[in-house]
């Protein structure tokens, strides 16, 4: 049971002219959570959705659970568990009915699917909402139930695109804790995001995307590793000349960044390159020292960060 879950080589998905997935490798592995991450237009949902088979590849191989999602899409399907980018709970029924009218697509004898849909209402923390209609929900409360519906038929793997987009933080922690449970569970996760926290909290494994194609791929502490330092210095100064200063902190960093509102140094130490600035009497109105995260490996590889 070595064999990965998803293998994609060399996947393209065009749209007429343009080409919104150019040429990708793709290898998930039972049991893991991988990520898809990149910016609003990368390429991650037309992706998703082959790998849903939703929609064909226009070129390339794809392997799903085994299968070829050109000949065995139906086969495939029964054994995904898919969390669309938009909710789309049907909003005449009630919370516990979306899960067990889902689960007769799948052929599950009623009284299976109530006990089913009772143990997912308490797992996605609803059992309380379980006859109240969908509409009154919260976004947060919306997305488990998704979430929940997804996992209706018991899948082998699970399509998340972007699972907290929309969500105030504290549903998306909500969200990032159930998800880490399944994932405690065994469940294999397949996820897009844009949100880097949401990538480094969740993936063990992911890709990043840009303009269709794959610039990295690794865990979250690899290309940290690989694409950035230890830690990162925001410095922000009174006046526009964010590049005059940048220019004078240069020779003190392993690599300076200047956006438009901060100028960022890349360094080892972050408080030693701080106190190097002050020594200097750089002045900045504000100064931070983080660890490095995937949106400064974003950055670097690049040279944009990750939400605009
Ligand atoms: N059905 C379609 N017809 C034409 N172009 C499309 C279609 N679907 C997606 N695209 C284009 O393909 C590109 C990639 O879109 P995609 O939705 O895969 O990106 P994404 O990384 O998921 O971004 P988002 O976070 O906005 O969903 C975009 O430029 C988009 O406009």
């Known amino acids: 049971m070595n064999s990965p879950l998803i293998q994609a080589r060399g996947l393209i998905k065009r749209f007429g002219d343009f080409t919104a997935v150019d040429g990708i490798d793709v290898d998930v592995r039972a049991g893991e959570a991988f990520g898809f991450l990149g910016p609003n237009g990368a390429g991650k949902s037309s992706t998703m959705r082959m790998i849903g088979c939703v929609s064909p590849p226009s070129e390339g191989e794809l392997r799903i659970l085994g299968m070829d999602p050109r000949r065995d899409g139906p086969r495939i399907r029964a054994r995904l568990g898919v969390c669309p980018q938009l909710d789309n709970l049907d909003t005449e029924l009630t919370v516990r009915e979306n899960l067990t009218t889902y689960a007769r697509f799948f052929g599950i004898p009623r009284k299976v699917a109530r006990a089913r849909a009772a143990e997912l209402l308490e797992f996605v923390q609803l059992s309380e909402r379980a006859d109240s209609k969908v509409d009154p929900l919260s976004g947060g409360m919306k997305r488990r139930l998704t979430i929940a519906r997804a996992l209706v038929n018991e899948p082998d793997l699970v399509l998340l695109d972007e699972p907290t987009t929309g969500l105030d933080p504290q549903a998306r922690h909500l969200v990032w804790e159930r998800l880490f449970r399944l994932k405690q569970q065994g469940v294999t996760l397949v996820l897009t995001t844009h949100y880097m926290d949401e990538a480094e909290q969740l993936c063990d494994r992911l890709v990043v995307m840009d303009g269709g194609r ?38 003190m960093a392993d690599r300076i960044e200047v956006l438009p509102d901060r100028v960022l140094m890349y360094v080892a130490d972050g408080d030693d390159a701080l106190a190097e600035v002050h020594r200097r009497s750089l002045s900045p109105s504000s100064a931070l020292v983080r660890r490095s995260s995937l949106e400064d490996v974003f950055l670097h590889l690049t040279g944009r960060t990750l939400v605009d």
């Open 214 to 251: 794959i610039v990295a791929e690794g865990s979250p502490r690899e290309l940290i590793e690989r694409y950035s330092t230890r830690e990162v210095v925001e410095l922000r100064f009174t006046t526009d000349e964010q590049g005059t200063y940048a220019e004078k902190l240069a020779g």
